[in-house]
């Protein structure tokens, strides 16, 4: 039987200084893939609204779409802690609206924790949450669901707030907390001065543990990249190259082959 990754898995990862790994996925392939080679943590990504239903943003996505590709997922994980990620207007109305909806997650969807974007301000969510016992990830710095409010994807610098806003997650009950597209030195002194793991995207080295959507390091997408992003495989360059020989031989009729008839 294998030993599920949790809260206190991922406490004592930071404890012994083992850097934790984690990945977004949306299908049974990919994080049946991601489980069986070692992935601490796999997140159901609002950014599934980009990389699979193609959206310029994430604000789009539905409870409904989450809980769909959470199942799918937990349904594919033996190890990996499964996160279900909050989407946007799902717990920005109100504590007991946040409530309710993480809860799906877990009773629904079998994920075992929740992440929602916001620092200091969504306090009172984390805190309703953490007591209703239900594990949160909170999520600080570039939080895409506030793209227009940001004025775009922009890395975030405010040192200060930045500190109040990691200090008042892990003060509310969170029990890790994802820095994302923020300068390397300040995720640095985030991860020197909490006792929740730190997950970093585009937050530099330091942080207790990384993670990157899976389309990104995998190469699938053909557009940008952010430059935080290293792409680990060409997926979308060798799909591409099949794609293109299965019409090939199609169009000159060298498939099916008689191996391939019954
Ligand atoms: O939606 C997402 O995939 C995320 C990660 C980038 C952390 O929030």
New binding site residues.
Partial sequence: MIAKVTTSTLAKMKKDGVKITAM?AYDAPFAAMFDESGIDMI?I???LGMVVQGGSS?LHVTMEEMLYHTKIVAGACKRSMVIG?MPFMSYQVSVADAVKNAGRFLKEAGASAV?LEGGAAVCDRIRAMAQAGIPVQA?IGLT?QSVHQMGGFKVQRDEERLMNDARAVEEAGAFSV?L?GIPAHIAKSITQALRIPTIG?GAGPECDGQ?L?MHDMLGINAGHVPKFVKKYAHLGEEARKGIKAFITEVQSGDFPSSEHCY
Avoid: C
């Fill in positions: 977004t997140l990504g609002d950014s994430t990620d992440k999520h895409p994802v994302e995207i993670i959507v």
